[in-house]
């Protein structure tokens, strides 16, 4: 195995990881190398892509699974940083959503866009797995709700 | 999560008769993000390859690079060889945590008209940072009858990487040295599995090889970085 010095907190992870496994088993430790499974806080964006030069459409959407029934803080993008809250209520931990003109796709090379990237963030571990082009995913308008008065996104 | 403080850039194939748009996108997670990019190609504003440039970026602020075909460019140019149209090797470099997502617009593999079909698609992936690299993947092959097979593109990123595949039938077989920011092409579709090693951090990306039916959904629709060592 190989591992950097800018890795530090990872190898922590995986030493850790690698003494449960020992302690149950002595079979070979799996390392887990792309921060893909689950989180509570993610970025979305998605790059130019289909309409540049196929025939796929910019619409954006996401699914979310959650294992528990919780509240996903949403932070719109833009320079505003709208915050919004999407609870997940018994029946739909697990939603797709369509964020069609919500969620940026970037179309200008070397150009920054000020806060561009929409920001998920849940109080427990969860998946959110972003998807544009055709065919998408099934077509389920987003539902927001402003943030309670004096809620306060703890990230 | 993005957690990314470095990585280096795949790209992949080219339709010849459309532009394929290599590009990477950039994910800011800090204010006072600053970050350093040396491309290996010219980008669509006329950066120069192999000059490094810098970018500023604050918490949530993203940055998208295409090369100089892409069309949105008012000099746009095409890439006469289509194996050219790719930002691999392009080195990423920041001060605080970034995500990088990279892709091509209209990907077929293998690159070019060795390729041999019209059947495109846009390709998008996250880059895991160097610092999460192995040096030691196995890689299993495509399910039987579901597509061509896979090829691979394996990235280095370190100077002397001495890269070795195991194949279960020919053995050991050692495959060249290689330095960061460079990758060893394997063209041979896969059809057993694979034990990758390496003396340093490398990153194999499995990519399936196009379908020569036009069909929704017959060209790549992704790539498969090798995560599990």
């Known amino acids: ?155 | 999560m993005i957690d990314e403080e470095e990585g280096i850039n795949s790209g992949y194939g080219y339709y010849p008769n459309v532009y394929s748009i290599p590009n990477f996108t950039i994910i800011a997670s800090q204010n006072n993000t600053n970050v350093t990019i040396v491309p290996t190609i010219q980008t669509a504003v006329g950066r120069m390859a192999n000059v490094p440039f810098k970018i500023t970026l604050n918490q949530g602020d993203v940055y998208y690079v295409s090369d100089a075909a892409d069309p949105s460019n008012p000099n746009a140019v095409a890439n006469e060889d289509p194996c050219e149209a790719d930002f691999s090797g392009t080195h990423i470099t920041s001060n605080h945590p970034i995500g990088v997502i990279v892709g091509q617009s209209w990907t077929t593999v293998p690159c070019g008209q060795g390729g041999g079909n019209e059947c495109g698609d846009a390709a998008q992936e996250w880059l895991p940072p160097v610092c999460n690299w192995d040096s030691i993947y196995v890689i299993s092959p495509a399910a039987p009858g579901e597509n061509n097979g896979e090829i691979m593109k394996i990235g280095c990123g370190a100077d002397s990487t001495t890269l070795t595949i195991w194949d279960p039938v020919a053995g050991p077989q050692l495959q060249g040295t290689l330095n960061a920011g460079e990758f060893w092409p394997y063209d041979t579709p896969i059809s057993t599995a694979l034990l990758i090693t390496a003396n340093g951090p490398i990153l194999p990306v499995e990519m399936p090889i196009s379908s020569s039916l036009c069909e929704p959904g017959s060209g790549p629709q992704g790539f498969n970085n090798a995560m599990v060592s």
């Open chain 1, 1 to 155: 195995m190989y591992h950097s010095a800018g890795c530090i907190k990872h190898i922590a992870s995986f030493i850790f990881l690698g003494v449960l496994c020992n302690a149950v088993s002595v079979q070979s430790t799996v390392f887990m190398h792309k921060p893909a499974a689950m989180g509570k806080d993610y970025y979305v964006v998605f790059p130019r892509n289909g309409d540049l030069v196929g025939n796929q459409n910019s619409a954006t959407a996401a699914l979310i699974n959650s294992p528990v029934l919780q509240t996903i803080m949403i932070t719109l993008p833009g320079p505003a940083h709208q915050q919004y809250h999407k609870v997940l209520t018994p029946g739909n931990a697990r939603i797709h959503e369509d964020f069609g003109s919500i969620l940026h796709v970037e179309s200008n090379s070397e150009v920054v866009d000020v806060g561009g990237a929409a920001r998920f963030q849940g109080t427990s571990p969860f998946n959110l797995i972003g998807q544009y082009g055709s065919p998408r995913i099934l077509h389920q308008p987003i539902r927001l709700f402003p943030l309670p008065a004096g809620a306060k996104n703890t990230g």
